[in-house]
């Protein structure tokens, strides 16, 4: 199935963030236009693709109404956007993907949907989560082909964006819950700099760990949603100096990753190369080994403790998928397992550190391949998880295609808390690798 693309005369909804803001500010369109046109392609799509859990035209159409109304400008002002269902929100249901909270109705919202609603945007709805945003999945298809999985946790959002449903959606990564489901889905994923984007009002899964992502269809929307998230003047995303000192770094996971996307990786590192950036082999110190066990013990021992009123009054309505991985794992890990776990990261995050001085990004696999064939599993996330633990920014960039035609997405790395020009670099290798 070819990947979808925009046509010459976009229509409303293929329109960027960027580009919606732009057309509404300049009268061109209005928010109620824009929202009008992405309720019909939820209409013609979300039958196939399951992406919301919950979503109301009408409310949809009454706060793009609302806005323009008002008068009321902003950085996203009149944009719609999608939440994933773990996130606050004070007019809708946030359900977690667990029938615990069925219903559940918060009295306000997190806040990056009032950062959002802030800056002018419409939320449209709540994007389908994997349980607690951990391992069992939704009922989301991926929008290329449904038997196969969109990615978790954030698959709702991935695939709202990937089918043009909306520009812009929250999503979260504890492990790989942006990235991969970005690379899975053909869109721009994002995961920033740990503890930049306050996640107020988003359910913890493992605090040491968790960031808010964000889901769009290029990386001049991933900056501006980030400044808005930020609470800041957005700025345009600067052009890179000088073409980017690239590290293609294989990871102690190259072996997982399939023989094609192999390929794919290197004929990119040549390509970019070619067109001028300079490339180089980065191998990651073996301390960098036992980073999957720490990661595990880490993510396993906070997401059981989070979780012990679930645990404690409603065992039973939690999935089998949790009860004997997640939990079981979480429950038997120490203290002194998960102390030693956190003194390991930060060895690793003290190691990661002078790589940036030679290099401006480091180059890897986002996943193994295209997204793999059935709908009981997300996909192997180990791929992200050294970025995740060593709390640096990460971006994947829709930039390949596998052996049966679907997206498969380059991921970028960058220096802790040098996101801007990690996001710059991005915007560079996406015109260098772009079809």
């Not at 409303?12 to 992405?38: K, Q």
Request: glycine residues 8%; charged residues 20%; contains cysteine.
């Amino acid at each position: 199935m070819p990947l979808p693309s925009r046509k010459p005369e976009a229509a409303l909804n293929e329109l960027t963030a960027t580009e919606m803001a732009a057309a509404i500010a300049a009268g061109s369109a209005t928010s109620e236009s824009v929202v009008r046109a992405c309720i019909a392609r939820i209409d013609a799509r979300e039958p196939q693709v399951l992406a919301w859990q919950f979503f109301d035209a009408e409310q949809a159409i009454a706060q793009a109404r609302a806005f323009d109304r008002s008068g009321r400008r902003g950085a996203i002002g009149g944009v719609p956007f999608g939440a994933k269902d773990i996130f606050d929100t004070c007019d809708m249901p946030t359900e977690m993907g667990s029938p615990i909270y069925a219903g559940h109705r918060p009295r306000g919202d997190a806040a990056t949907v009032a950062l959002s609603r802030k800056a002018g945007g419409v939320l449209m709805g709540k994007t389908v989560t994997t349980e607690f945003a951990n391992r069992h999945p939704g009922k989301t298809r991926n929008p290329f082909d449904p038997a196969r999985t969109p990615g978790g946790s954030s698959s709702g959002s991935a695939a709202a964006v990937a089918e043009f449903m909306v520009p812009l959606a929250l999503g979260t990564q504890t492990t790989g819950s942006t990235i991969r489901p970005a690379s899975f889905c053909g869109v721009v994923g994002y995961r920033p700099t740990w503890g930049d984007i306050r996640c107020v009002g988003v359910k913890e899964a493992a605090g040491s760990l968790d960031t808010v992502g964000l889901l769009a269809r290029s990386v001049g929307d991933i900056a501006l949603y980030r400044d808005v998230l930020l609470g800041r003047e957005p700025e345009p995303v600067p052009a890179p100096a000088a073409p980017p000192r690239v590290g293609f770094c294989r990871t102690h996971f190259w072996p997982r990753v399939e023989p094609g996307t192999q390929r794919l990786l290197e004929e990119a590192a040549r390509r970019l190369s070619k067109a001028g950036a300079r490339v180089a082999d980065v191998e990651l110190p073996a301390t960098f080994a036992d980073i999957e066990e720490t990661h595990s013990r880490i993510s396993s021992y906070e997401f059981a403790r989070n979780f012990t009123w679930e645990i404690e009054n409603h065992w039973e309505l939690i999935s089998k998928t949790l009860r004997e991985n997640r939990l079981k794992h979480g429950l038997a890990c120490t203290f002194q397992q998960y102390r030693a776990a956190r003194d390991h990261a930060e060895r690793c995050r003290a190691l990661l550190a002078p790589v940036f001085d030679e290099h401006d990004v480091l180059l890897a696999a986002a996943a193994a391949g295209e997204a793999p064939i059935g709908l009981e599993r997300t996909g192997d996330a180990s791929f992200c998880l050294i970025w995740t633990t060593t709390h640096v920014p990460c971006v994947t960039l829709p930039v390949f295609t596998g052996p049966h035609g679907l997206p498969i997405g380059a991921q970028l790395i960058g220096r802790r808390n040098g996101d801007r020009s990690l996001l710059a670099a991005a915007r560079w290798v996406h015109a260098a690798l772009a079809p």
